[in-house]
Nanobody, 123 residues
Framework: QVQLVESGGGLVQAGGSLRLSCAAS????????LGWFRQAPGKEREFVSV???????YYADSVKGRFTISRDNAKNTVYLQMNSLKAEDTAVYFC?????????????????WGQGTQVTVSS
C-alpha cells in the first residue's frame, strides 16, 4: 500500500504563489506516475497535472504555463509549484499515484490518493 500526504496549501492573494508537496510512504514510488487533481465546491474532481516515472509532464490547459510539477524520487515526493494564482484555482488539491509507467488524466486510473490540501486564492 502507498500512503500519500499533501502539504503546502493555504490562503494566498491572486497573483501569488504556493508550492504543494506530497510525500509518499509505504512503498517507493519511483516507478509510479504521480498526479495532482483538484476539486472545487460543488464540482467534480479534475485533472491538474501528472509526471511520469521518467519525468514527462502533462498539464490541464487551465494551468499550463503557471503550474510546474516535479518529483524527487530520493525523497519519494512530488511537488506542484503554482504561480500566478487565480481565484478559480481555489480548490482542495489531491495528489495521486498510479502504479503504471503510463500517465493518465482520469481519477479512475489512480489507485492511491492523499487526503487533500486546501488552496484558497482571494481576488
Amino acid at each position: 500500500q502507498v500512503q500519500l500526504v499533501e502539504s503546502g496549501g493555504g490562503l494566498v492573494q491572486a497573483g501569488g504563489s504556493l508550492r504543494l508537496s506530497c510525500a509518499a510512504s509505504g512503498r517507493t514510488v519511483g516507478s509510479y506516475a504521480l498526479g495532482w487533481f483538484r476539486q472545487a465546491p460543488g464540482k467534480e474532481r479534475e485533472f491538474v497535472s501528472v509526471i511520469s516515472w521518467n519525468g514527462i509532464t502533462y498539464y490541464a490547459d487551465s494551468v499550463k504555463g503557471r503550474f510546474t510539477i516535479s518529483r524527487d524520487n530520493a525523497k519519494n515526493t512530488v511537488y506542484l509549484q503554482m504561480n500566478s494564482l487565480k481565484a478559480e484555482d481555489t480548490a482542495v488539491y489531491f495528489c495521486a499515484a498510479r502504479r503504471d509507467i503510463g500517465v493518465a488524466a482520469t481519477t479512475s486510473a489512480y489507485a492511491y490518493w492523499g487526503q487533500g490540501t486546501q488552496v484558497t486564492v482571494s481576488s
